[in-house]
């Protein structure tokens, strides 16, 4: 599984609310949007680049040592060039966009390129976020594209992430709510489910769902942020979301899937949960939260101080380790019932000691409540200082006195 990316942009989508459940026509919309850093999302940029020489006019200032790469999208082919801003340049500092697809650059959108690292045979940078739009099948679509690069003797590696949103009212029975979805997996289109992951236990990342409170926010406390095609609650009823065969409209309906009841028994917490054929992601606390029937693993989960603690800057993160699918300890969830998942804390700490001579190495292996210390990686995080302080260790003799104190180390 990638790492958690945090989403940064200002976006703007076009989605059209098309009916509701039970039968009510809506209004389109077409509502600008920005798009704060909603954490913790799954998204991925495009990495596919195929790499070639700029072609004769095509509008490079620096066609000697330019170089154009293409993506694949879901929308069709997308063109960079890594260009400079002079003709002499040795180095990229400037990166054009064709969102055609032609290799064409007259005339076509610019963000300029940061090196960040350099050396005789290696450079490395990225551009500098800027919003631009584009006509498609005569929809204009919103996005704020990075570019990362690097070029090591004759390998070269770009890859695109473009972070586009849509965001529509809609009506889920008697209630109105604003929804957004969020193209999490960088294909510009909006209609991705996300799936398990195949060959090793994590997730194929698909598009995010954030459905407003009522107030209309989407980062209250009443705000719900799910994977696109996952159930979620409303006023009693399940609902989801569809999202049209043009990728850009959205049409709510009822859940009507079997589902059964997922519960953690801690009071803050948040995670993704694969099972054999959905993928949940879930904020919560001792509350069970409905999600389809199925088998579910753990592929990422935060847990967080709560009560007088809750200021507390430690959070617990889980992670799954490279396991494959078959071999994942799971929590069945059966259609109507209520399925406990053992997860996050207690933690318990099984120290390793190692003597060699005179030499002694003291380790300590984390586990978290789910007992697969070898499928999970689990660290206490400080929010502003990344890892927690590390243990303090003091070795006694048989007698009970102290005969030597120190600190473990980060390995
Ligand atoms: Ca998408």
Request: aromatic share 6%; net charge negative.
């Amino acid at each position: 599984m990638k790492p958690l990316e945090m989403l940064g942009a200002t976006v703007l989508g076009l989605l059209v609310c098309l009916s509701s459940a039970v039968g009510q026509t809506l209004e389109p919309c077409q509502l600008p949007i920005a798009v704060h850093a909603y954490e913790p999302l799954v998204g991925q940029p495009l990495t596919d680049a195929k790499f070639s020489q700029p072609a004769e006019g095509s509008g490079v200032t620096n066609p000697g040592q330019a170089m154009v790469a293409t993506f694949t999208t879901a929308i069709g082919p997308i063109s960079i060039a890594l260009d400079s801003t002079s003709a002499e340049g040795k180095r990229p500092d400037l990166v054009r966009f064709d969102f055609g697809g032609s290799g064409k650059f007259n005339d076509t959108d610019v963000a300029p390129f940061k090196a960040e690292s350099m050396a005789p045979n290696y450079y490395r940078g990225q551009s500098t976020p800027v919003s631009l739009s584009f006509e498609r099948d005569g929809r204009t679509i919103y996005v704020s594209p990075r570019v990362e690069y690097y070029k090591y003797g004759n390998q070269r590696h770009a890859s695109l992430r473009m972070v586009v949103a849509g965001k529509a009212a809609c009506r889920f029975g008697d209630q109105s709510r604003h929804v957004m979805v969020i193209d999490g997996n960088s294909n510009l289109r909006l209609d991705d489910v996300s799936q398990p992951g195949k060959e090793w236990l994590g997730v194929n990342p698909g598009d995010t769902l954030l459905i407003a409170d009522e107030a209309g926010s989407l980062e209250g406390a009443g705000a719900q942020t799910i994977l696109l095609g996952q159930p979620f609650m409303l006023g009693e009823k399940l609902y989801t979301v569809e999202v049209g065969p043009d990728g850009w409209s959205v049409t709510p309906k009822l859940y009507d899937q079997p589902t059964g009841m997922l519960q953690v028994a801690h009071e803050r917490w948040e995670g993704v949960f694969a099972g054999r054929q959905h993928v949940v992601r879930l904020t919560g606390g001792n509350q069970p939260q409905p999600v389809p029937a199925d088998a579910y693993a753990v592929v990422e989960y935060s847990e967080y101080p709560s009560g007088e603690q809750s200021k507390s800057p430690l959070s617990l993160q889980v992670e799954a380790g490279r396991i494959r699918p078959d071999r994942a300890k799971r929590c069945e969830v059966a259609a109507g019932q209520t399925a406990q998942m053992a997860v996050g804390s207690p933690l318990t700490v099984e120290p390793e000691v190692q003597v060699r001579d005179r030499q002694v190495t003291v380790g300590m292996k984390l586990a978290d409540a789910a007992e697969a210390p070898n499928q999970v990686t689990v660290a206490l995080t400080h929010a502003q200082e990344g890892r927690a302080k590390p243990p303090q260790v003091v070795i006694r003799d048989s007698a009970g006195k102290q005969v030597h104190s120190g600190k473990l180390e980060y390995g």
